[in-house]
């Protein structure tokens, strides 16, 4: 089944080994982003695959953004936002389509490639860690009830993103195309919020913690290519 105007392909989830690790060492993690449905069929493989991400791949910062609109069918998303949509629909538009997808992944916010297409997905990440540059050092801790999030000085210019995710989420789907199956979801992202615009001189904030378990900042050029990247440093580390 498909949403009006909405593909969920359905490509089988290809039995190829991930290469096991980076082909150049940075400083910052990769930002792998899957844009799913627990409604959507298809998408398991998928979720299935970045949650192997999130547990073997110390180098990537992997996230699911759950979107809404396969809600008006039998199964609405417990965890599906607004805030999802919308990004993928500013990727589609950058792209260059209107129509979006499940499952979807974006590379460094330069590659779209079908989330169950695991050999498809691997190649992106090899193609972008060779790619990626950080144009300014990023760092996100916690001061009691805040998130003190810092940018250092660099080249270049963007808008700095509070991300709140979960480490994983257990469902049991009562309807629709995952009728009766239990779906395990990694990384879920619970909300995402602007905290600022940078324009190259190092800046500092002090935010509300955000809706999940943990949190990541991003940096993100106006033409969607991720600049930087940071998960909330543990205490003591």
């Not at 969920?8 to 060492?25: K, R, S, V």
């Not at 609405?76 to 389509?97: C, H, M």
């Not at 009562?174 to 619970?190: F, K, M, P, S, Y």
């Amino acid at each position: 089944m498909r949403p009006p105007l909405l593909a969920c392909l359905g490509l089988p989830f290809l039995a190829l080994a991930l290469l096991a690790g980076p082909t150049a060492a940075a400083s910052r993690p990769v930002v792998v982003e899957l844009f799913t449905s627990q409604s959507c069929s298809s998408c398991p493989p998928a979720e299935a695959l970045l949650k192997e991400l999130a547990a073997e791949r110390a180098d990537l910062l992997p996230l699911a953004f759950h979107v809404t609109y396969w809600n008006h069918l039998d199964w609405r998303d417990t965890v599906s936002l607004p805030a999802a949509t919308e990004r993928q629909k500013a990727y589609a538009a950058q792209f260059g389509g209107d129509s979006v997808f499940t499952p979807q992944v974006v590379v460094d916010g330069r590659r779209s490639v079908v989330g169950s297409r695991r050999d498809a997905v691997g190649n992106a990440i090899v193609e972008a860690r060779g790619e990626a540059r950080e144009a300014a050092t990023l760092d996100l801790t916690r001061n009691g009830d805040a998130l003190v999030v810092r940018v250092g000085a660099g080249s270049g210019a963007g808008r700095l993103l509070l991300v709140g995710f979960d480490h994983e989420h257990r469902t049991k789907v009562a309807r629709g195309e995952n009728a009766g199956r239990e779906i395990t979801q990694a990384n879920v992202v619970r909300s995402i919020r602007s905290v600022g615009e940078w324009t190259g001189t190092a800046k500092s904030w002090s935010e509300p913690v955000p809706l999940g378990a943990d949190a990541a900042l991003l940096l993100q050029a106006s033409d969607g290519r991720i600049l930087g990247a940071a998960r909330l440093a543990k205490a003591g580390s």
